[in-house]
């Protein structure tokens, strides 16, 4: 029986680690994903504009 208890814990762990690539893998793409991108373009571009503005103003 004390096998039973050694492999149950690794057990459990794989089935949960499968369980969490696969959630991870099915939320890849879809229909969020180019809303996704779209937000993250946005969010850069707001980050990247940001560092622009004060050099930009420093130099005129």
């Keep these: 029986m ?9 057990v459990v762990m ?3 680690f499968i369980g969490v690539v696969r959630v991870i893998v099915k939320t890849q793409g879809g229909a969020a994903k ?3 991108d ?3 373009d946005d969010a850069l571009a ?3 504009g940001g560092r622009e503005t004060p ?3 420093g130099d005129a």
């Design 2 to 10: 004390d096998y039973v208890a050694a492999l149950v814990p690794p």
């Design 14 to 16: 794989a089935v949960f």
């Design 34 to 36: 180019a809303k996704e």
């Design 38 to 40: 779209a937000a993250v």
């Design 46 to 48: 707001r980050v990247e």
């Design 55 to 57: 050099a930009a103003a």
